[in-house]
């Protein structure tokens, strides 16, 4: 039986629901509720220099974002051509067998093709990319935007990474690569790490990579592309082989989901599993549409948990500060007192006493390392007692950062529940009315 497939693979044409008004409501609640209740004890804490992770309202408003990663030369830039049907248009990302992106390339909706230089991008406020200036001019010059009038990309964003290559040193590079890529890890809503055949090898950078891929497993897709270059057989060694090299990398008990296919134009190869690559590309397809359907869920779930940390750091400092002055007497010196309470904090209980009084999880807490960096750039004496970041008219930071760790962000999220209606298949909206092409019809 001849298998037909309506290639709208550029436009999700039967998955994107229509926009409706109520999200940017929803958005403006959530940016008031971070900036009222979650950003002041951000700031009075300077929680920002310990995680290095400011929240822009660009990020809070921003589209669901996908992040292409893996070795050089497997088909990363091939795939987001397929994907949005760039193919043979003025649009589509240049490939080829050698190491052909050495810039982060965010390809995003914009009313004509349009290329913006990282500098750019960096400098307006009302893009999420603000924060990367942090990196360096070095870096901007490999930071390139990619305006595309395409439909779906009203929706999502995608990010094509340079490839990793084993035997280059990050240094080489001219900017801290893994730090960027962590920076764009923390924000996708869906993470496409590539693989094909030839390159399962694991060397240091990729191992750096999945380190810094821990606790985003739910975000993780790994992908085994150019499938159909291999005979059944050997593509059932090299599956094996593939987890075989990740299994050491990616500690958790349900393993992430993997596609077996070939993301690119021609036909599959004669006599391979014509029907699993499409199943595996109609799976992907469906992946891609939950993270863009649950946007508003998981901008609300972030946020929240941004706001967990934020309070578990202010609850870490207060108590550090609170250690301090009790220790502290008329002769003492301040620093060698601090010093010794910031080198070995479970001395003073510091950790233990937060478990203990705030029902904080210890999976949640920081790295007790980390603390020492952060002392070292913030004496203790520039921070307040928690007790007394209080006002008449304001109320207290940590009590309106638990209202809305409890109440106020639990409820927006259930408030989209409830209102919440069917999916409505739009051409307007989806671009469907596009001529989609026929990959298995014989000319």
Not at 33 to 62: A, C, F, M, V
Not at 328 to 344: A, P, Q, R, W
């Amino acid at each position: 039986m001849e298998i037909y497939l309506l290639v709208c693979l550029h436009c999700l044409c039967k998955m994107v629901r229509t926009p409706e008004a109520s999200e940017s409501t929803t958005l403006q609640r959530l940016r008031k509720i971070y900036h009222s209740s979650i950003k002041p004890l951000e700031q009075s804490y300077r929680y920002n220099e310990l995680r290095q992770h400011e929240i822009t309202d660009g990020e809070i408003t921003s589209k669901p974002m996908v992040l292409f990663l893996g070795p050089w030369s497997v088909g990363k830039s091939t795939m987001i051509n397929y994907l949005l049907g760039l193919d043979d248009t003025p649009y589509q990302l240049y490939t080829g067998a050698e190491p052909t992106t050495s810039e982060f390339t965010v390809i995003m909706h914009g009313p004509k093709l349009k290329t913006i230089e990282g500098i750019v991008m960096a400098a307006d406020s009302a893009r999420s990319f603000s924060p990367l200036e942090k990196f360096g001019q070095n870096f901007l010059e490999k930071l390139i935007g990619i305006e595309v009038p395409h439909k779906l990309l009203e929706r999502v964003t995608f990010v094509d990474t340079p490839g990793i290559i084993e035997n280059r040193k990050q240094q080489e590079r001219g900017y801290p690569f893994n730090d960027v890529c962590q920076w764009f890890i923390d924000r996708a809503d869906l993470i496409f790490v590539v693989f094909d055949p030839t390159k399962l090898d694991v060397g240091l950078e990729l191992e750096m990579l999945f380190r810094q891929l821990k606790g985003r497993e739910s975000q993780i897709r790994i992908i085994l592309n150019k499938a159909d270059s291999l005979a059944t057989q050997e593509l059932m060694r090299v599956y094996g082989a593939l987890f075989w090299s990740l299994a050491p990398l990616i500690n958790v008990t349900e393993p992430p989901r993997v596609y077996v296919s070939s993301f690119w134009p021609p036909e599959y190869h004669p006599e391979t599993h014509k029907d699993l690559f499409l199943k595996e590309e109609i799976s992907l397809l469906e992946d891609l549409n939950q993270v863009i359907e649950n946007r508003l869920e998981n901008k609300i779930a972030f946020i929240r948990q941004h706001a967990i940390r934020v309070r578990i750091h202010a609850l870490l400092v207060d108590r550090y500060l609170q250690t301090y002055k009790d220790k502290m007497t008329f002769f003492s010196d301040g620093e060698l007192v601090f010093k010794d309470i910031v080198e070995d904090p479970d001395k003073f209980y510091i950790f233990k006493s937060i478990l203990a009084k705030t029902n904080v999880s210890k999976f949640d807490l920081p790295n007790r390392e980390a603390y020492k960096d952060f002392f070292g750039i913030n004496p203790i004496s520039s921070f307040k007692l928690l007790a007394q970041q209080c006002s008449y008219m304001g109320g207290c930071y940590l009590e309106k950062i638990e209202r809305a760790i409890t109440h106020e962000l639990p409820d927006l999220l259930g408030s989209i529940g409830l209102g919440k209606k069917p999916s409505i298949l739009s051409c307007d909206t989806t671009g469907c009315g596009e001529t989609p092409r026929n990959r298995y019809r014989k000319p």
